[in-house]
């Protein structure tokens, strides 16, 4: 199975500025996800990260929010633009593994505490 | 579009009981995969297990095992002489195209 290691493992930040978090892979993936579980909730997806491509939104989630770059197989970011309270979450990185169809690891994700 | 229900928010239970964490789906596709994830306190996610569409076989792995039940659309997780490091937030998931979809997870508390 892919190991997935993300950076920061966590972060407080002031309102208004932005983060980027970084998740790499050990192996060579096709699509990477982004997730964002919000406290006591559930996991949502951000985007799909393709090497190559625009990432592909969701609904509710725009590119000048989150800009992602996959720049290579192995790693992408996430950036939170503009932070507010509200942005606090975990923001977990995940990707397929190619050699188990649509089984999916995620990384141990970034938490995030926007004051 | 695919949903998953996790009715049960939390779930107490004493060592050693067993217990059976529910999961609905719904989705239109007749190739899907459903997941089990494990939170832990410390915020990771674990992969329990994928089972495809067309295997229904029930699957256990030492004190886990599932019950997956096309006609009733449901993928139920039991854990059998629970332990106190079984307490965790558990995540039903299912496919849509490659990326998840996820319940809204149940609080499994055992108490020593």
């Known amino acids: 199975s892919a190991v997935i290691s993300q950076k920061p493992s966590r972060d407080i930040c002031q309102r208004g500025t932005s983060l980027t978090i970084q998740c790499q892979v050990d192996s060579q993936v096709t699509m990477m996800f982004w997730y964002r579980q919000q406290p006591g909730q559930s996991l949502t997806l951000i985007a799909t990260a393709n090497q190559g491509s625009e990432a592909t939104y969701e609904s509710g989630f725009v590119i000048d929010k989150f800009p992602i770059s996959r720049p290579n197989l192995t790693f992408s970011t996430l950036t939170v633009s503009n932070m507010s309270p509200e942005d606090s979450s975990i923001y977990l990185c995940?990707?397929?593994?190619?050699?188990?169809?649509?089984?999916?690891?995620f990384g141990p994700g970034t938490r995030l505490t926007v004051l | 579009a695919q949903k998953v229900t996790q009715a049960q928010t939390e779930i107490s239970v004493v060592e050693k009981e067993d217990v059976t964490l529910d999961c609905v789906y719904e989705?239109?596709?007749?190739?899907?995969?459903l997941f089990w994830y494990k939170q832990p306190p410390s915020g990771e996610l674990v992969f329990l297990i994928r089972r495809n569409s067309f295997d229904e076989q029930n699957e256990i792995s030492g004190r886990y095992s599932w019950n997956f039940q096309k006609s009733t659309s449901s993928f139920n997780f039991t854990i059998t002489a629970s332990q106190v490091v079984d307490s965790a937030v558990y995540f039903c998931?299912?496919?849509?195209?490659?990326?998840?979809?996820f319940g809204a997870g149940t609080i499994l508390r055992v108490k020593s």
């Open positions: 995940s990707t397929e593994d190619t050699s188990s169809y649509n089984e999916q690891f």
């Open positions: 998931a299912l496919s849509e195209g490659n990326k998840l979809v």
């Open positions: 989705t239109r596709d007749t190739t899907y995969y």
